[in-house]
């Protein structure tokens, strides 16, 4: 099967890391095969050509070619949610299998609108975080709150903490409130069905950690299992059968609060509806 990259720039980790990691979990079966990049990184010094080349990937020239000659996609971008929109409106009209990287969009209106494409054009897609996957994170059972942890910035990273809060808090969002702090954020959500579920960013490194408050007692989470390996493993399952793709309602939820989340920072310490 040849999987094709669609990239805002592609000398990013995950074009530089998704190659091996697909190729290594299909014994060649899966292999990228071509790559477009929409400009050259701003980041990691490599132009798009020098990428192609190091990686041993044709370079296309076009996001029409990628859909033409592959027979699913990956839309990456995944440090710039804001451009999704624009770098899937071709390859989730083709009818192939179409993988979007994390964060999926910056708000809801935005992740309705895109999910709309697909669903118009009958384009199986999906979007998630790698640590959806993690192996602490299954099994735990009917959770009444969560108090979670994790590294870095509200606007990068919060996806690794919100995409496991929503999977295990199987309810409506209501409202959000963000408190900034000397070293980082808290994010407090509130449910319609009444319970809670906190998400703590730190601007250093943190370990992806939880208090999680089932009926009877509490347990601590500390996520050390290979995530990113679970998440490949179900990327080929959803290229190779169609099947394992996160539900568009949960992705929606979650893009909900994260869009209310940065309304709620611009007036910090007040309740913002979702």
Request: aromatic share 10%; hydrophobic share 35%.
């Amino acid at each position: 099967m040849k999987i094709g990259f669609i990239d805002y720039y592609l000398d990013e980790w995950h074009a530089n890391n998704y190659p091996k990691l697909i190729s290594d979990a299909t014994d060649g079966r899966l292999q990228v095969t071509l790559a477009y990049g929409h400009i050259d990184s701003p980041i990691g010094g490599r132009t798009t050509d020098q990428w192609c080349r190091d990686m041993g990937i044709p370079r296309a020239e076009t996001i029409d070619e990628v859909c033409e000659k592959c027979d699913a996609i990956i839309v990456l971008s995944p440090d710039n949610c804001e451009m999704h929109e624009e770098l899937c409106q071709k390859p989730l009209r083709t009818g192939k299998r179409v993988y979007v990287d994390k964060t999926f969009a910056p708000d809801y209106e935005t992740a309705k609108r895109i999910f709309d494409i697909a669903e118009k054009s009958n384009t199986p897609c999906y979007s998630t975080s790698a640590l959806r996957y993690a192996t602490e994170y299954q099994n735990i059972g009917e959770v009444d709150a969560i108090a979670s942890w994790g590294p870095y910035s509200f606007d990068t990273y919060s996806i690794h903490q919100l995409e496991p809060v929503m999977m295990l808090i199987h309810a409506k969002p209501q409202s959000v409130c963000f408190v900034p702090g000397v070293h980082g954020y808290t994010l407090l959500i509130r449910f319609e069905d009444g319970r809670t579920a906190t998400i703590n960013g730190f601007d250093m490194h943190s370990p992806f950690m939880m208090n999680i408050a089932l009926k009877d007692k509490c347990c601590v989470v500390n996520v050390q299992s290979d995530y990113f390996g679970g998440f490949i493993k179900n990327l080929v399952r959803f290229f190779e059968t169609g099947e394992g793709a996160v539900p568009h309602e949960e992705t929606l939820r979650i893009m909900a609060v994260r869009g209310a989340g940065l309304k709620a920072a611009q007036k910090p310490g007040q309740w913002v509806n979702i």
